[in-house]
């Protein structure tokens, strides 16, 4: 994210009835500029709240993506992505309910949660 003429503003615990608490992201750019890829994997439950002129004019709920290119590292040394240099690094979505994430060449599974 270079030279972006954006605010993005993440409103923590938020209440939330159907929820108990969420957390809002409010994004004052082009939303289509923004990997939501990224965000949804860290916390899919925030909503992303799109603002222009000062008013919501989109709310959208993220939801978890089927393929994340290039954000995690695949920890298996016997990898080709650990041994081929330049290769991008893709994990796909093995198992929505349990948020398991494995990498697109061997399989290994990405155990290291950044959410909490
Ligand atoms: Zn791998």
Known sequence: ???????VAIIKNARSNRMGRKDILKVECD????NLDVLAFIDHSITVNVIKA???VEKRALTLPQEIRD???CHNPRC????????????????AGREIYRCKYCDERYSERHRG
């Open 71 to 73: 954000v995690l590292h």
């Open 1 to 7: 994210m270079d030279k972006l003429d954006c605010t």
């Open 54 to 56: 000062g008013e919501i």
């Open 80 to 95: 080709i992505t650990s041994i081929e240099q330049g290769l991008p690094h893709i994990f796909y979505l093995a198992d």
């Open 31 to 34: 939303i289509d500029t923004l």
